[in-house]
Nanobody
Framework: QVQLVESGGGLVQPGGSLRLSCAAS????????MGWYRQAPGKQRELVAT???????YYRDSVKGRFTISRDNAKNTVWLQMNSLKPEDTAVYYC?????????WGQGTQVTVSS
């Protein structure tokens, strides 16, 4: 059974930082591309960042220079370091793993950026 468990969300003031974690089980983690998505109220889910099995990364334009995705295959974990947070970053953040046509989602963790 595949499980992706996110943690690290919370309430932070604008300009602050959070580090999201996603612990995976039930997959050969090193073979999967990992990604973070987010969904704000009333909006569609959008891709935030991805990291391939070969450690190539991608970021959406609005988070470039502020967010960093990383992974540790020995710990079956992927992280999203979020700095200089803005109110528009407020959303539920979801972890995703993907290999070919196979993909799984975590349950999500809420990130709220507000003063």
């Amino acid at each position: 059974q595949v499980q992706l468990v996110e943690s690290g969300g919370g309430l932070v003031q604008p300009g602050g930082s959070l580090r999201l974690s996603c612990a995976a089980s039930g997959i050969i983690f090193s073979m999967y591309a990992m990604g973070w998505y987010r969904q704000a109220p009333g909006k569609q889910r959008e891709l935030v960042a991805t990291i391939t099995s070969g450690n190539s990364t991608y970021y959406r334009d609005s988070v470039k220079g502020r967010f960093t995705i990383s992974r540790d295959n020995a710990k079956n974990t992927v992280w999203l370091q979020m700095n200089s947070l803005k109110p528009e970053d407020t959303a539920v953040y979801y972890c995703n793993c993907r290999r070919g046509a196979s993909g799984y989602w975590g349950q999500g963790t809420q990130v709220t950026v507000s003063s």
